[in-house]
């Protein structure tokens, strides 16, 4: 079943976007799949050889006698070159040796694309360690799906990209200015949140004052009463505890109204900050997401659209070179026929020459 096209993106970019949707619809084109599959199937058999000639004795009944020793003729032959690497040696002898270790892994190789059955089950018995041969073989597979996409491309679904990479770009710019609009309005939030803050904190300072103004207050009054005297020190004393006392009540009842405050403004402050916050930062997460799939996809349709100008750009030279050589033909075909005209022309008039010349001898004997 066909994948269904989503809405608002060309079936061009869809092939880009979705690989499932190639597939082969020509001979040529399978036949170049058929040599890029093969050729990632060598690269595969190469980077297992190594692991394989690591541990012969335990393959060596999997794999049979004739693979066997090839495979132990190559490693010898791996041996010598790294020997002669390491130690000057003859070039010719170096080239010689390189030339068996070339023929030698042909050898290995068409034995292994042979029996196919041997080498699949190679691949999953043998533990391949991380090598550099990986990325190369992980490109070529990127390379061979590249290829595929390019050979299935048609001039109208190259045309659906361009366009669609346009609309990518429009909508970046309308996301860069909706993202500069919300962090203009974050920042006024924020400006607008500390201003309340700092209109708070006055307030707090004030209340701090008054019940430090208080304080002193109570103290002198303290004072006063003691200065008057003894004699009025029994009396009044009762009086003056009273009065401490719905002093220092007052004093718990603005401590417990100023640690009241101070709650309700830590958290009317928190909800402020996370409910803001939270709700700018969500869109910005969204926004980011989406800038970031906008940003990889106009990378990759750029550069196959470089690698597309270049072809475009090599297969107009090679058309230019046709027609200069289809000139140069034309131009040495005319030269051939107006050599052969004058050519003819001179033979007939040489021939009417020799005949009057006959005619005229004949005449002088009569």
């Given at each position: 079943m066909a994948t269904p096209r989503k809405a608002g993106i060309p079936l061009g970019v869809m092939k880009v976007l979705d690989p499932r949707q190639l597939k082969p619809d020509s001979t040529e084109t399978e036949r170049i799949l058929t040599v890029l599959d093969e050729?990632?199937?060598?690269?595969?058999?190469?980077?297992?050889?190594?692991?394989?000639?690591?541990?012969?004795?335990?393959?060596?009944?999997?794999l049979g006698p004739e693979i066997t020793s090839s495979l132990l003729e190559h490693q010898k032959l791996s041996v010598e070159i790294q020997h002669l690497l390491t130690s000057p040696g003859d070039e010719k002898s170096m080239r010689a040796l390189e030339q068996r270790?070339?023929?030698?892994?042909?050898?290995?190789?068409?034995?292994?694309?042979a029996n196919p059955l041997l080498y699949h089950g190679l691949k999953y018995e043998v533990r391949a360690r991380q090598s550099p041969a990986d990325v190369f073989i992980k490109a070529f597979m990127e390379f061979r799906d590249f290829t595929l996409e390019r050979l299935l491309t048609t001039p109208d679904e190259e045309k659906e990209k361009i366009q669609f990479m346009k609309d990518i770009s429009l909508q970046l710019e309308k996301n860069t200015e909706t993202i500069s609009a919300l962090r203009g309005e974050l920042a006024g939030v924020i400006q607008t949140r500390d201003e309340e803050v700092s209109r708070k904190d006055k307030t707090i300072e004030n209340l701090k004052t008054s019940m430090e103004d208080l304080a002193k207050k109570c103290k002198a009054d303290i004072q006063l009463i003691m200065k008057e005297g003894e004699k009025q020190k029994k009396e009044d004393e009762e009086?003056?505890?009273?009065?401490?006392?719905?002093?220092?009540?007052?004093?718990?009842?603005?401590?417990?109204?100023?640690?009241?405050?101070?709650?309700?403004?830590?958290?009317?402050?928190?909800?402020?900050?996370?409910?803001?916050y939270e709700e700018v930062q969500a869109v910005y997460n969204e926004e980011k997401e989406q800038l970031s799939l906008l940003m990889e996809k106009h990378a990759m349709l750029l550069q196959e659209y470089t690698q597309i100008e270049e072809e475009r750009r090599m297969l107009k030279e090679k058309e230019e070179e046709a027609a200069r050589e289809e000139a140069r033909r034309n131009d040495a075909a005319t030269c051939i026929q107006a050599f052969w005209k004058g050519y003819l022309v001179?033979?007939?008039?040489?021939?009417?020459?020799?005949k009057g010349k006959g005619k005229g001898k004949g005449k002088g004997k009569k």
């Open positions: 050729t990632i199937v060598k690269l595969e058999i190469t980077r297992l050889i190594p692991q394989i000639t690591g541990s012969l004795e335990r393959y060596a009944r999997m270790l070339k023929c030698s892994l042909r050898n290995i190789l068409r034995l292994f694309l009086a003056s505890q009273d009065r401490c006392a719905r002093l220092k009540q007052d004093i718990q009842c603005l401590e417990t109204q100023f640690n009241a405050l101070v709650l309700q403004h830590r958290a009317s402050e928190l909800a402020l900050r996370k409910t803001t001179r033979s007939i008039y040489k021939s009417k020459l020799k």
